[in-house]
T-cell receptor, first 113, second 111 residues
Framework: GDSVTQKQGQVTLSEDDFLFINCTYS??????LLWYVQYPGQGPQLLLK?????NKGISRGFEATYDKGTTSFHLQKASVQESDSAVYFC????????????FGTGTTVSVSP | DMKVTQMPRYLIKRMGENVLLECGQDMSHETMYWYRQDPGLGLQLIYI???????SEGDIPKGYRVSRKKREHFSLILDSAKTNQTSVYFCASSRDIYEQYFGPGTRLTVL
């Protein structure tokens, strides 16, 4: 079945550092891949969407791209701020129909000033 | 203003007690979800509802049931709560498959 794997459980950075988070996916169809962000005390919210049509998504200074050859997609930001401290989830639109997303286990990003 | 609300925000129950978690949305979304979030496990789908009285099991439905009698309202029920159901529960709604709008969560502790 469809799956996403997010191996980085925790990333610790300083302000102005470069952020890179990676996910791998497995699906039988053309993937639509998403990044959600969860700020402390809140529910997750959609950050970016990447499809095979656009290969890239950009929002709020974050950029997401995917690599069909390695079935991976990643999220990056050139210069993080303390306000970027959050949990980042990758997600895959399932190929089985319905309206369920398949979420990764999340990466906690902590940015110190 | 697009909003998903959850009540209560915090709840402490004893093992064996019944639990009712309530969720509301003001966007007229057909699809609603219940998830639980545990450290290291991410978001696990409990139930999905496609509209009133049209509910489907998610990945971990055991020990839970749901009720949706109005489009804007979706309830999660734990009959005889267990300690391993201690978690943070999130409700979400969506118009399409990509963007789910999440509520602020309910932190449930079962003693």
């Amino acid at each position: 079945g469809d799956s996403v794997t997010q191996k980085q459980g925790q990333v610790t950075l300083s302000e102005d550092d470069f952020l890179f988070i990676n996910c791998t996916y497995s699906t039988t169809t053309y993937p639509t891949l998403l990044w959600y962000v969860q700020y402390p005390g809140q529910g997750p919210q959609l950050l970016l969407k990447v499809t095979t049509a656009n290969n890239k998504g950009i929002s709020r200074g974050f950029e997401a791209t995917y690599d069909k050859g390695t079935t991976s997609f990643h999220l990056q930001k050139a210069s993080v701020q303390e306000s970027d401290s959050a949990v980042y989830f990758c997600a895959l639109v399932g190929s089985q129909g319905g309206r369920a997303l398949i979420f990764g286990t999340g990466t906690t990003v902590s940015v110190s000033p | 203003d697009m909003k998903v609300t959850q009540m209560p925000r915090y709840l402490i129950k004893r093992m064996g007690e019944n639990v009712l978690l309530e969720c509301g949305q003001d966007m007229s979304h057909e699809t609603m979800y219940w998830y639980r979030q545990d450290p290291g496990l991410g978001l696990q789908l409990i139930y999905i509802s496609y509209d009133v009285d049209s509910n489907s099991e998610g990945d971990i439905p055991k020990g839970y049931r749901v009720s949706r009698k109005k489009r804007e309202h979706f309830s999660l029920i734990l009959d005889s709560a267990k300690t391993n159901q201690t978690s943070v529960y999130f409700c979400a709604s969506s118009r399409d498959i990509y963007e789910q709008y999440f509520g602020p969560g309910t932190r449930l502790t079962v003693l």
